[in-house]
């Protein structure tokens, strides 16, 4: 494409998907490009998307729609900025990565796109969608299929808990009731205490860990989501601390002029004014 044309593209409010790929186009060539842009690498991109996936949830949980539509645009310029470095390097271009997703959704629906039943219940359609993917899983490779492949390792930690769980017992690997998972809850909490008390800080480290692994487990059970329980309880501290700051600053007082016994009090009132 021509400087003239790319320019007239790039300054085209008009110009959609189109455009947004001649922007980040021209942010990396080598010789008219930004400096940072063209610095960067798939490994250092990671942390941006990652940032901008949160903030995407972030918008969701205010509902926030005005702050969501920019929040989403921010996430689609993280996929324009691998798809333009994938199609430098060689190896696939915007248009291959939608045709593979676009692929993986006919395929994975037959009962939308083929001849199959829609008669059936989202826990079935659940269940035959992870079928499918351990079908296409198995078709990578020579190599043989293990039950807990697939999962990002770097999954939020609670989040790949409660996959790793799930996973493990689609094979029969899980404990059929919640008071067993309750049962071993009690189990792992007295090894973290005894680790506390006799155990280096490595072995307490693994017993939390345990504990923490069971804790999602519970979780899972339940039908809760480990990640959005703790966020809510994240918010619950900081609403009810920052009742606590108010309520000193009304007295002429900070929380490091306070005292434990008196932020304690005022924490029981913040939980009575809820």
Known sequence: MSKAK???????????????????ARLRDPETGC?????????????YTIEEAYEVADAIEQDNMAELEGELGDLLLQVVYYTQ????????????????????????????????SRDKSAAQQTAD???????????KGTVKTRTLDGIAKNL???????????????VGFDWPETAQVL???????????????????DKQVEEFGDLMFVMANLA?????????????????????????????????????????TEMDALWDRAKTAE
């Open 183 to 201: 049962d071993k809850i009690k189990e792992e909490a007295a090894e973290l205490v005894e680790a506390r008390d006799t155990l280096p800080h």
């Open 6 to 24: 790319s320019d007239a593209l790039c300054l085209d409010p008009n110009g959609g998907l189109p455009r947004l790929l001649e922007i980040m």
């Open 129 to 139: 969608w992870e079928k499918i993917k351990a079908a296409e899983r198995a078709a």
């Open 35 to 47: 400096p940072w842009d063209i610095e960067q690498t798939y490994a250092s991109i990671v942390p």
């Open 85 to 116: 470095m994938g199609s430098e390097d060689g190896h696939f271009t915007f248009d291959s990565v939608t045709k593979n997703i676009a692929e993986k959704m006919i395929h994975r629906h037959p009962h939308v796109f083929g001849d199959e």
């Open 220 to 260: 899972r059970h339940l039908k809760i989501d480990p990640e959005e329980a703790l966020r809510s309880a994240n918010r619950k501290f900081q609403r009810r601390f920052e009742y606590i700051e108010d309520a000193l600053e009304a007295g002429g007082k900070t929380p490091a002029q306070s005292n434990l």
């Open 156 to 170: 939020p930690a609670l989040t790949r808990a409660v996959k790793l769980q799930k996973r493990a017992a689609r």
